[in-house]
């Protein structure tokens, strides 16, 4: 695939907001999804959703329904949701356990891993062996479960990258789910990703969120704390990362940082108190992990607690946020967690992004929307922009 510019965006100067088109476009909307669906590993769920053989849960992007089973040996599999009959979808229902996958339309059966048993009144020359559910490209890391949709998945490990050590340090393996949202937006993925990339917006609009990080918000913006060692927590310094990493021909590939929480809070919560017991071998020292794991997964590691959040595109103008709480496994609802301030922050400040996103989409609708400039503090969405208009608009076929 040879790069070519696209017209529409030869008069686009970095440092300004997209070309409207980019937005509202269906052409478009269809280059993004293939793009995404063939570059990025998606995160799927915590593996404690499906903890027995056949558990499963679904998967879907783009008009794309995946099954995501544990098999009888305990290995977590993906299989695209199509009997390989006649296409019917398999899997009706968007979580469950099976012992066997049937199809509800002629009853073709499949095993957990995905081989076909049974396929009734089919000539003596049909060869079953031919006709296993077609397989998806699944890793679990720590406890998490990825999928790839594209024909060759990217490298899973330059994906991760330096995620799995912090995943470790947080015992995410043997965390659970203490709460999720689903939280649906009028907007374009690529609004809720510039939006997610810059806190210009944060003090007028989330009074909650700037409340809960007393002081570390302010100038200089996006200016990470320099980090000292601290007596209770395991090699802070080693801990530290590079602010952006990307990799080849990607969009924000991995982005992860320690940032202090201010104002001596302990923890991402109303008043800085903890919420639940701490994970792993974290410390009260002040500090939060944050990952991006490409432009549509964001991790937020506290010592008490991770929020996941992921961006589901599901057309031109409506994008999904997903958000699961992830706590310690032994934490007990009512006597160790306390769920409500659990979910105060991030719960509260993404249903006011709902809001902003919602207009934003309106105004950029609008015939008077031009490209409008970025300022200081939003120089994560301005990079953004130029990476996904390189890799993206003017890599046409």
Not at 109 to 126: I, Q, T, V
Not at 157 to 168: D, H, K, P, Y
Not at 349 to 368: F, P
Request: aromatic share 10%.
């Amino acid at each position: 695939m040879s790069a070519s510019q696209d017209p529409r965006v030869q008069a686009w100067e970095q440092g300004l907001s997209l070309p409207r088109y980019l937005y509202l476009d269906e052409d478009q909307y269809g280059r993004d999804a293939h793009w995404l669906r063939d570059n990025l590993w998606f995160l799927v769920d915590h593996e404690s959703r499906i903890p027995n053989p056949g558990d499963f849960l679904l998967y879907e992007y783009n008009g794309e329904s995946v099954i995501v089973i544990r098999d009888r040996e305990g290995v977590v599999r993906a299989h695209h949701n199509v009997c390989r009959h006649r296409g019917s979808r398999i899997c009706a229902h968007s979580s469950g356990s099976v012992n066997v996958l049937v199809c509800p339309y002629h009853a073709w059966s499949y095993a957990l891993d995905g081989e076909l048993r049974a396929a009734s009144y089919m000539p003596l020359n049909f060869q079953r062996e031919r006709y296993a559910l077609k397989p998806c490209h699944c890793e679990v890391e720590c406890g998490l479960i990825f999928v790839n949709l594209a024909e060759t998945a990217p490298d899973f490990s330059l994906f991760i990258g330096g995620v799995t050590s912090e995943l470790e340090f947080h015992d995410i393996p043997h965390a659970k789910i203490a709460h999720r949202a689903v939280i649906s937006t009028a907007a374009n993925w690529k609004l809720v990703v510039e939006n997610n990339l810059e806190c210009y917006h944060c003090r007028p609009a989330h009074p909650t969120y700037w409340a809960a990080h007393p002081g570390t918000l302010g100038d200089p913006p996006l200016q990470d704390t320099a980090l000292e060692p601290d007596a209770h927590a395991e090699s802070e310094v080693a801990r530290k990362f590079n602010a952006f990493v990307h990799g080849p021909n990607s969009t924000y590939q991995r982005n992860g940082r320690r940032r202090l929480i201010g104002g001596g809070f302990l923890t991402e919560s109303e008043g800085g108190a903890p919420v639940a017991p701490l994970m792993g071998r974290a410390s009260y020292d002040g500090f939060q992990t944050q990952f991006l794991l490409g432009p549509l997964t964001t991790l937020i590691m506290n010592p008490d607690y991770t929020v996941l959040y992921n961006f589901r595109p599901r057309s031109v103008r409506q994008t999904d946020i997903e958000v699961i709480w992830l706590v310690k496994d032994t934490a007990v609802a009512g006597v160790d967690l306390d769920v409500a301030r659990l979910i105060a922050v991030w719960d509260t400040t993404l249903r006011e992004d709902k809001t902003l996103l919602d207009y934003n989409q309106l105004g950029v609708a609008s015939d008077a929307y031009q490209p409008g400039p970025y300022s200081t503090w939003e120089r994560s969405a301005s990079e953004f922009d130029r990476l996904y208009v390189a890799n993206v608009v003017n890599q046409r076929p």
